[in-house]
């Protein structure tokens, strides 16, 4: 069942939801000036998913003039090149991922598990190639609504980031986190490296936030880092 296509989470923050209410998520920021940076693109149909969005907020496509990936798979990645070509917006993402993009190639999946190892070696393991117009890198901020700063978070993929945007105190955890049944780890066979995902994930425990969005599952706005701390903890103890 469709949902709603654009759930405000801070001013000038929006969530939206690229497969049903929240199993899919890419996000939003208006700038003062009225530009929209696009954080991830969801599989590669999900592009009419994002501009009604973006006209749920009162914007169109011509007004993204940034596309930011948190990894490369093909759920997140995978409509990058589409909505590439809509809004004629370059591309971003950490250094670790931008030759997987440009090369049309997924990150690769956990070579630990059997399944892993058999997904990696599927031929269907492609996606569209589009051009990274700037490699991030840990600690960059980007001019978005007065700050977005660039976690790298590696394990889910190598280039693997979460996002902080310190004036509103919102935290996009990529797929370091889901929140799917509650804050829980990704499902290790998609992950690059599982273990190093526990262990770069801490720093989300570490920075200051109010909300804790998610690229899969919905957000939380009550006690948020309280929760991701919960289970960052647990791992801790394991």
Not at 27 to 40: C, I, L, N, R, S
Not at 53 to 61: C, D, R
Not at 197 to 222: S, W
Not at 227 to 233: A, E, K, N, P, Y
Request: charged content about 20%.
């Amino acid at each position: 069942m469709a949902g709603t296509p654009a759930i405000r989470l801070a001013p000038n923050v929006w969530r939206i939801p690229t497969l049903g209410r929240a199993l899919i998520n890419s996000y939003a920021f208006v700038d003062p000036d009225g530009g929209v940076t696009v954080v991830d693109c969801g599989v590669s149909k999900a592009s009419p998913r994002i501009v009604s969005g973006l006209a749920t907020i009162g914007k169109s496509p011509r007004d993204v003039t940034r596309i930011l990936l948190t990894h490369v798979h093909a759920d997140h990645a995978g409509g990058a090149s589409a909505l590439a070509r809509v809004t004629g917006a370059p591309v971003v993402a950490h250094a670790a991922d931008a030759g997987f993009a440009e090369a049309g190639r997924l990150a690769p999946f956990n070579g630990a598990t059997l399944t892993g190892r058999l997904i990696n070696r599927l031929p269907g393991g492609r996606m569209e190639p589009v051009e990274v117009a700037q490699r991030l890198a840990d600690g960059d901020v980007l001019d978005v609504g007065g700050g977005l700063r660039i976690l790298h978070t590696p394990g889910h993929s190598p280039g693997h980031v979460s996002l902080l945007h310190e004036p509103n105190r919102v935290l996009i955890t990529g797929d370091a986190l889901f929140n799917v049944f509650g804050v829980r780890w990704p499902l290790r066979t998609f992950c690059s490296d599982f273990p190093m995902t526990q262990r770069t994930a801490h720093v989300l425990g570490e920075v200051g936030y109010d909300v804790a969005a998610f690229t899969h599952g919905p957000e939380i706005t009550d006690g948020a880092r309280e929760r991701v701390r919960r289970l960052l903890s647990r791992a801790r103890t394991q």
